[in-house]
């Protein structure tokens, strides 16, 4: 089966700009994460979903930042404008069911650099 | 809050000796535990889960896990490290009744030849 998909795998872009990140989970799955992993902070959750319905945004720093889950195979987490402190690798990461002990299943991450 | 404590953000071991990566909890209620690994420029995989059917919990390339509750510890363990375990490890922990994982700070080991 294939696993959770990213794209783009590294992207670069100057501050200001708009920045898209996407993510297709595994299928079946009918929760989706998204986090970001920086050496000062670890990783951090930055919002999840449940059946395509954002349950937590918490963790999202700030208006700047905003995710969206059309349908159940995709998701996006968006940046605007974008900020060199954003510069980061971000990970969504899906899962199935209600039960908690349900592992994540992370993807391979995007590396986001802000210039 | 809830919080997850790797002690130790770097542990360096011989190939061949013993591995033992530390992680205690803090929830008063049974937790769900897992242990991630995640190798550079990847995505975390799933090492083990803990999910109160037993104790002591194996999990794959030969890691081990056990679950202590006096001690609220559930801690990493390997007989004989291999090179390819140099990795970054990851405890975390489910938050109360919902699906959000608590993860530690990461502990980075290094296994010399």
């Known amino acids: 089966d294939a696993g959770v998909i990213q794209s783009p795998r590294h992207e670069v872009t100057e501050m200001g700009q708009e920045v898209t990140l996407r993510c297709k989970p595994i299928s079946g799955h009918d929760y989706l994460f998204w986090y970001r992993q920086t050496m000062m902070r670890g990783l951090e959750l930055l919002i999840y979903f449940n059946n395509n319905v954002p349950i937590d945004d918490s963790g999202m720093p700030e208006d700047r930042f905003s995710a969206k889950m059309p349908n159940a195979s995709f998701s996006t987490l968006k940046i605007q404008p974008s900020e060199p402190r954003d510069s980061a690798v971000y990970f969504c990461?899906?899962?199935?069911?209600?039960?908690?002990?349900?592992?994540?299943?992370f993807g391979d991450g995007t590396r986001l650099s802000i210039l | 809050a809830q919080s997850v404590t790797q002690l130790g953000s770097h542990v360096s071991v011989s190939e061949g000796a013993l591995v033992l990566l530390r992680c205690n909890y803090s929830?008063?209620?049974?937790?769900?535990l897992f242990w991630y690994v995640q190798y550079p420029n990847q995505g975390l995989q799933l090492l083990l889960k803990y999910t109160s059917a037993a104790t002591l919990v194996k999990g794959i390339n030969g890691f081990e896990a056990e679950f202590k509750k006096s001690e609220t510890s559930f801690h990493l363990t390997k007989p004989s490290a291999h090179m390819s375990d140099a990795a970054e490890y990851f405890c975390a922990e489910t938050q109360g009744g919902s699906e959000k994982l608590v993860f530690g700070k990461g502990t980075k080991l290094t296994v010399n030849p």
């Open positions: 929830s008063s209620v049974p937790p769900y």
């Open positions: 990461a899906s899962s199935r069911g209600r039960d908690r002990n349900q592992p994540q299943h």
